[in-house]
C-alpha cells in the first residue's frame, strides 16, 4: 500500500486546510482509513477515523467539531478538512490504513500502514 499525504502549509490561528491522501496498492473502497499526527517532542495522537463507505465516523475529543474526514472513493483519496485551526493542531499529518480493513479506526493501535506526513504550521 502507498499512501501519500499533502495539503499541509502554514496558516493563522482560526484559519483552515484541507489535507488529501491518495491512496494506491489496496482496492480503495472496500478500506476504512484514518489519520493522525505527531507534533515534534509529542506521541502520535489519533485524530480521525472513517468507515469504507464514508458513512461512519470518528474523531478524537481535541478535533471534534472542528475537522471533517470524508472520502472520494471514486478517485482513492482520503480528505481531512481542518477549520478553526489552534496552535496546538501543529503537526505533522498522516493518513493510514486499518490493521482490519474495515474496522474504523478509533486508537493509534488500530493503523497498520501509512505513509509520509504533511506539515501544518499554526501560527497564533
Known amino acids: 500500500v502507498q499512501l501519500q499525504a499533502c495539503g499541509g502549509g502554514s496558516v493563522q490561528a482560526g484559519g483552515s486546510l484541507t489535507l488529501s491522501c491518495e491512496a494506491s496498492g489496496i482496492t480503495f473502497s472496500n478500506y476504512a482509513m484514518g489519520w493522525f499526527r505527531q507534533a515534534p517532542g509529542k506521541e502520535r495522537e489519533i485524530v480521525a477515523g472513517l468507515s469504507a463507505t464514508g458513512r461512519a465516523t470518528y474523531y478524537a475529543d481535541a478535533v471534534k467539531g472542528r475537522f471533517n474526514i470524508s472520502r472520494d472513493n471514486a478517485k482513492n483519496t482520503l480528505y481531512l478538512q481542518m477549520n478553526s485551526l489552534k496552535p496546538e493542531d501543529a503537526a505533522s499529518y498522516y493518513c493510514?490504513?486499518?490493521?482490519?480493513?474495515?474496522?474504523?479506526?478509533?486508537?493509534?493501535?488500530?493503523?497498520?500502514?501509512w505513509g509520509q506526513g504533511t506539515q501544518v504550521t499554526v501560527s497564533s
Open positions: 493510514a490504513t486499518p490493521r482490519i480493513p474495515t474496522m474504523i479506526p478509533t486508537g493509534l493501535r488500530d493503523f497498520g500502514s
